[in-house]
């Protein structure tokens, strides 16, 4: 029977894939409209409509889905289920209500935690171990639908929220076969979500801004968990300075402070702990390792310097 599929990003592709691949009748595949971005200000569309073209399926970019029209063009096509994959939107009653088996979402936590819009990044921030993947059937909360399967996933150390999200991407597509199959063999029983839930809202720009008043292994999670978008970031005289790789090292400093500069090395300090630079990003450079940045935009910096907000430079 039909299936329509809602997804947007990157995340969502393996989902679709596996779709095809499996041999679902994948009649629609809904996707946020194209957007203009990028230094050329081009017109790029989302990960999701390049795969459903290059298999030939049907795309609908609707602006509104709360729409009477596009609504019943969903009904017209009589799904089995609809699938939600990071999407993007919240789906309103009236779409709910269309598939024969309800609306299955998978979405990238262990429910109830981490509801919400950004649970990858949030797990990383939150300096959680494990997370992994949830499909649940959906109704008009915010993730707080019946759980239908979850499999669990570590957090490795070295883990920022691209390397994660690739790796929960690929569990996601497996687990939404096999949660459609055990639905179709009456197998598998939606249960309650159990446990107290956290929150995991979207992420803005200025949440990327450095605390350096926090120890360093709550900077370096955060570091890792706002990669590659919107990325930490501190300002040094007045220019941001995103900081995209570093390592936690023994010792403690006054907030902010450069503690150590060498030919290869920048080191600044946390009230617990110290945060080793590798990889930064200048404003308006490009992303590059520690020494080639201390040999060119960097070689300024000076040990007793101070990083922190604008107001501080």
């Known amino acids: 029977m039909a299936i ?5 990003p990157l995340f ?8 095809i691949s499996s041999g679902e009748d ?10 203009v971005g990028g230094r050329g200000h081009r017109i790029i569309p989302p990960p999701v409509k390049i795969v459903a073209e ?17 609504t019943n063009r969903l009904k017209a096509l009589n799904p089995e289920f609809i699938v939600v994959v990071a999407y993007g939107r919240i789906l309103p009653k009236s779409v709910l209500q269309i598939p024969l088996r309800g609306c299955i979402n998978v979405h990238a936590s262990l429910l109830p935690g981490h509801r919400g819009a950004a649970p990858i990044q949030w797990a990383i921030i939150s300096g959680d171990k494990k997370t992994g993947i949830t499909t649940m059937l959906m109704d008009e909360g ?8 979850q499999r669990e996933v570590d957090i490795r150390e070295e883990d920022n929220a691209r390397t994660l999200s690739e790796r929960l991407s690929v569990v996601g597509a497996e687990l939404l076969v096999e949660t459609l199959s055990g639905l179709r063999a009456g197998k598998l029983k939606p249960r309650p979500q159990r446990g107290e839930p956290s929150y995991a809202p979207i992420l803005k720009k200025n949440d990327g801004l450095i605390d350096w008043s926090l120890s360093a292994r709550m900077i370096y999670n955060r570091v890792r968990g706002l990669y590659p978008w919107p990325c930490a970031y501190t300002y040094y005289r007045k220019k941001m300075l995103k900081l995209l790789k570093v390592e936690v090292v023994e010792g403690h400093g006054q907030p902010g402070e450069v503690v150590h500069k060498g ?3 920048l080191i600044v300090a946390t009230p617990e702990g110290l945060i080793k630079i590798l990889e930064v990003q200048m404003e308006g450079k490009k992303p590059m390792g520690i020494k080639a940045f201390l040999q060119g935009t960097g070689r300024d910096i000076r040990k007793g310097d101070r990083f922190g907000g604008l107001q501080d430079n």
């Not at 629609?28 to 409209?33: E, F, I, K, M």
């Not at 030939?56 to 889905?65: K, N």
């Open 4 to 8: 329509i599929f809602f997804g947007t």
């Open 12 to 19: 969502a592709v393996p989902a679709l894939e596996k779709l």
């Open 26 to 35: 994948v009649v629609l595949v809904v996707t946020q409209p194209d957007r």
């Open 54 to 70: 290059r298999e030939g399926l049907a795309v609908a970019q609707p602006e509104s889905i709360i729409s009477e029209d596009f």
């Open 142 to 149: 915010l993730d707080t639908g019946d759980i239908l399967l």
């Open 263 to 265: 030919r290869g090395d």
